[in-house]
């Protein structure tokens, strides 16, 4: 099973990056080419709720991405937020998406756990195995 | 891709033409830009999908946003989206329920039944 690891500093810029390196990754594991897109999203929309976490938090300590291959293409985003804000996570209906009164950043976790649940037919939400902090744990079948 | 945003109007309605990536780094430049033609009167707003390459839970965060700021001042927001890709992310998060969502900006505003003279 091959490995690789990403660290980064919790900003947003960075956000691109571990989806480029993600989607590199599934490419060569044997990830089918109609669910990269759906892959790049994925990491992304992990990434980035990993990021809004640690900055919600003002934690400086670095967002972790592990990807590896076989049986499955797995990759895992672990975040060092206390664990209360990590696993509260839920999908709005739509009736209440474009409530007036819900915040923005209420909003876009609400979106992005849709997109999530939406995209990854295989996902799970869980403590961290090491310390503080949430893994979002997403795997996609591989095809060769 | 890099975020591009450019502006032009057809009649009574602002066309915001978006492309490239709008994701969690460039969507504030997005909310920015919307947040300034609606404040500086752009009431029957257009947003054109056609050649964004990406977009995520923040870029349809900014969309909502602009949408409940048009809400309060009587306007229209409506999306031209011809992508399979990114219609899916509308229909997943049941945004479509949310957005008319168009394939072309002649159909966008042929199906605008409010007064474009408001």
């Known amino acids: ?144 | 891709m890099e975020l591009s945003l450019t502006t032009r109007s057809t009649g009574a309605y602002t066309v915001l033409e978006v492309g490239g990536e709008v994701d969690v780094y460039t969507a504030t430049r997005l909310r920015e830009r919307l947040v300034e033609l609606i404040d500086g009167g752009a009431h029957r707003v257009v947003v054109d999908l056609g050649r964004v390459d990406f977009l995520d839970s923040t870029g349809l965060g900014v969309l909502i946003g602009a949408l409940k700021r048009l809400r309060t001042v009587s306007g229209t927001l409506a999306l031209v989206c011809d992508k399979e890709p990114l219609l899916k992310i509308f229909r997943i998060t049941a945004l479509d329920q949310v957005f008319p969502i168009h394939p072309t900006l002649d159909a966008a505003i042929a199906a605008d039944t409010s007064d474009p003279g408001a």
């Open chain 1, 1 to 144: 099973m091959a490995k690789v690891r990403l660290s980064f500093t919790p900003a947003p810029v960075h956000v691109r990056t571990a989806r480029l390196v993600g989607v590199a990754v599934a490419r060569r594991a044997g990830v089918a080419e109609e669910l990269l897109d759906e892959v790049r999203l994925a990491i992304g929309e992990a990434c980035a709720r990993a990021v809004a976490l640690h900055r919600q938090y003002g934690l400086a300590d670095l967002v972790l991405v592990e990807m590896s291959d076989g049986p499955a293409y797995t990759v895992r985003v672990i975040d060092r937020a206390p664990i209360e804000a990590g696993v509260g996570l839920a999908a709005l209906p739509p009736d209440e998406l474009a409530n007036e009164a819900l915040t923005d950043e209420a909003l876009t976790v609400g979106v992005g756990f849709a997109l999530l649940a939406g995209f990854v037919d295989d996902l799970q939400v869980r403590p961290a195995d090491d310390g503080i902090g949430t893994e979002v744990r997403m795997a996609w079948p591989i095809s060769r």
